[in-house]
């Protein structure tokens, strides 16, 4: 037989009965579909992850700076502004918390009123004026103390909103004072409103200068913020700019990779759909199948006919099997098109740039002529094994 005659007989054959080739069609153009969709909306999603990707997170960058018992501190306070100048740095703040500054005596005031709590347990910090910057913070009440309280060396404070709201500071108008030990400090300012840094809402902030009577003399850690992208380059730059020669001494805390945030969701997606796209096939194929050996068990009559006539039973077995692989062919080219209209409609509805692979679009007809392929193995070999005699009879 021709090949020419041998694909118009599965033409005919399949076109022979339009609804029932059209309803085993529909297995295999819902799986192919399903997989088209899946694939396509999880590379679009996934895309869309490195341009929404959280700023906070992908951008916030804290070098932790070890202690040293003999020698120089590894990082000094004016080295700050060295990391700002970096290209890609949008604020950075130093910070220095010891265990000296953890759980100490604040006060609001110097009287003694048994019938309030006027005495909590604080923890105080010494940082650099970039603070509320670098901690994603505003200042909801007053200021914060710049570069000439600390070069003065003012007695200065800042307080987090939830210190202020346990010592009663509600107003700054009349300069309070809290007392931290056996010192006076001005409230200058409360901080709030913080992304960054939370622990901050309960501490007590004071100039580097300040910071030495309670132990805090070295930076321990310094906070920058870069700019969306910055954050790998930044993360290399930081320690040398921060202590020249020291620069492996200090550990950075760098945000992960956008890309492998995308990359991880995109796979997360393709596991959990990609299952609802085999079952789907494995359906269609089942379909497929069923149908191809009902048409077999029809056309006894015929297939007895073709084989008295000299056709081998490779002949019949290839026939069988070319009109199920036609119809999976036909199921992959429908499911194809439906699942790239499906991606492009979501695309569309969420505002996404779609993002399709082509040869997801090629590979996707393919699939379903494989699936026509092996649903219609067992009936085209049940077909060629019919002796002419019987299938006559």
């Keep these: 037989m021709h090949v020419r005659d041998l694909a118009g007989e599965a033409v005919a054959g399949v076109l022979a009965r339009p609804l029932r080739s059209a309803l085993t069609t529909l297995g295999t153009v819902l799986g192919i579909t399903t997989l088209v969709v899946t694939l396509g909306v999880a590379a679009t999603a996934g895309n869309q992850i490195v ?85 994603r913070g505003r200042m909801t009440q007053g200021r914060f103390y710049d570069d000439g309280h600390v070069r003065r060396g003012d007695r200065v404070a800042v307080l987090g909103d939830e210190a202020a709201r346990m010592l009663g500071v509600t107003r700054l108008d009349r300069a309070p004072a809290i007392f931290i030990g056996k010192h006076a400090y001005t409230v200058i300012g409360i901080l709030g409103d913080l992304r960054r840094e939370r622990d901050l809402r309960t501490a007590v902030v004071v100039p580097p200068t300040a910071g030495r009577q309670f132990g805090l003399r070295d930076v321990t850690r310094v906070l920058v913020n870069t700019s969306l992208g910055a954050a790998g380059l930044i ?92 119809i999976g062919l036909t199921g992959g080219v429908i499911g194809a098109a439906l699942g790239v209209v499906a991606v492009v409609a979501v695309s569309a509805v969420k505002q996404w740039t779609p993002l399709l692979d082509v040869r997801l679009a090629v590979a996707a007809p393919v699939a379903g002529a494989l699936v026509g392929l092996l649903a219609g193995l067992y009936p085209a070999l049940r077909a060629a094994r019919m002796e002419p005699v019987d299938a006559l009879r």
């Design 235 to 326: 993360a290399g730059q930081a320690p040398s700019a921060l202590s020249p020669g020291n620069g492996d001494l200090l550990q950075v805390i760098s945000p992960p990779s956008p890309t492998r945030a995308r990359d991880g969701a995109q796979d997360d997606v393709n596991a959990l759909f990609l299952i609802l796209g085999l079952v789907s096939l494995v359906v269609g194929a089942v379909g497929i199948a069923n149908v191809t050996l009902v048409t077999v068990m029809e056309r006894v009559q015929e297939i007895g006919l073709r084989r008295s006539l000299g056709a081998a039973r490779r002949h019949i077995a290839a026939q069988f099997l070319l009109e199920s692989t036609l």
């Design 51 to 135: 341009g929404r990707f959280d700023e906070l997170v992908a951008t916030a960058i804290t070098v932790e700076v070890p202690g040293t018992t003999t020698g120089p501190p590894l990082v000094s306070w004016d080295a700050v502004e060295r990391v700002t100048r970096l290209r890609g740095v949008e604020s950075a703040a130093a910070v220095a918390d010891a265990a000296e500054g953890t759980n100490l005596s604040v006060r609001s005031n110097d009287l003694v009123d048994p019938t309030r709590v006027t005495t909590q347990s604080l923890t105080v910090l010494a940082a650099t004026p970039g603070l509320p910057e670098a901690a």
